[in-house]
Structure formats: C-alpha cells, structure tokens
C-alpha cells in the first residue's frame, strides 16, 4: 500500500463518507459516525486550503515532505494543476470536475443531517454547500477556478452550454440533474427563495427536467458511475 493523490480524491473520499453514514444509521455506532466525521474534516480541508474557501473545493490536497505518491516536493516549479495552499506546507490541486462536486454534494448534506451533532458542526457543514452552489450560481452556473479566474474544464451547468452547444449535448442529462438537486437540497435546508427561484427558472425557462432524460439515452452504455 502506497498514499498518494489523485485527481479525484474529494470524490473517492466522499464515496468513502457516505458509506460510514450508512453504517452509522444502520448500527449507531460510534466509530462510524467518528470515522464519517474524520472525513467531512478532509472535505473541508480540500476547501480550506483554497483561496476561495468556502465557494470551491480542490480535487485534492497534501503535505509536502510526507512522503505521498505524486505530491510535489517542492514549491518551486510545481506540476500544473499544483497550487501553494493557505496553509503553510500545503498544496492543493485545481480545476475541479463536476464528478467531484457530485461526490461532495452528496455526502455533505448526508453529514448535516446524521453526522454533525452542534449547531456549530452542522454550519461548518452547511457553509461549503451553499458556498459552493452559490458560487456557482452567481458566476453563471460555472465553477470558478480561484487561480485562473476562468471556468474549470468540466465545471459548467449553464442553459448556454448545456443547451445551445452539441459538443456538451453528453453532459446535459448529468449536469442539468446536479444544479437542480444542489439547490432542491439547499431550498430543503435553509428554505431560502434564492435556491428556490434558480431551480424554477432552470426548470420552466430551460428545461432542465426533461434534459435529465439526455442521462439514459445518450451513450447509456458509458454511463459516468461517479456522476
């Protein structure tokens, strides 16, 4: 066995926490919930260690000197993709891609609701939610790259492009599912009409309910199982 990083860390470790949620509910058991909290504190740090905490989360993050497969050692001439994190030591991997969200905004709404047990663990939790969604919305549904200042490769949800351009015409079903469950959850939690009245609008003026069909009929034997 080897640590290292990878390109989708923030998904596989969401996988991981959603698992110990379930086993949490089923068991009650303690160290379930510990080790499902254990890795909301990972999420939360591939969000810290960003300058644009809490409206982008990194695909990954490590230490320098700790020995990990493909970390960089170094801060000078780092791998593209690499970044200086805000906490000394660290880096952190950019240009985040909409599978990672989709691991993250499925296992931290799983956390607020049965892991987090104060008021403070539940806003630590709800903070990275509506910051990312709202960061995604209020930049016209594309996610932001704090260092490029540029959309991420695969971070868009626009009615522009999903909708108006056939080189995206795959992402539609997938994508359209996502920012409209993003702000259902949140409009869930926080009965905010902002998160409300974007899924409406997604909705009724672009017809992101029936593109949600484009996921079974355009390429239904590649599916994105991580999607």
Not at 115 to 139: C, F, H, M, S, Y
Request: charged share 20%; aromatic share 14%; hydrophobic share 35%.
């Amino acid at each position: 066995y080897t640590q290292g990083v990878q390109d989708s860390d923030g998904l596989w470790t969401s996988m991981h926490a959603m698992a110990q949620v379930y086993r949490y509910i089923a068991t009650g058991e303690a160290d379930a919930r510990a080790l499902a909290w254990r890795a909301f504190e990972g999420l939360e740090l591939t969000s810290v260690l960003t300058p644009a905490y809490p409206n982008y989360v990194a695909r990954s993050f490590c230490k320098m000197g700790e020995g990990n497969y493909n970390c960089p050692d170094s801060y000078d001439d780092l791998p593209g993709g690499w970044y200086n994190g805000t906490i000394e030591g660290w880096l952190y991997k950019g240009d985040t891609s909409s599978d990672e969200l989709a691991g993250q905004l499925s296992a931290l709404p799983m956390i607020y609701d049965y892991i987090a047990q104060t008021p403070a663990e539940k806003e630590r939790v709800l903070k990275i939610i509506e910051g990312v969604v709202t960061g995604i919305v209020d930049n016209g549904y594309f996610l932001i790259d704090p260092e490029t200042g540029k959309p991420t490769k695969w971070g868009y949800w626009a009615p522009s492009w999903l909708n108006d351009q056939p080189q995206y015409y795959s992402e539609r079903g997938t994508n359209s599912v996502e920012i409209c469950g993003w702000l259902a959850l949140l409009y869930s939690i926080t009965g905010k009409p902002y998160y409300k009245e974007h899924f409406w609008a997604l909705v009724q003026d672009h017809q992101y309910d029936y593109n949600v069909a484009n996921a079974k009929i355009d390429s239904a034997v590649d599916e994105n199982h991580s999607d």
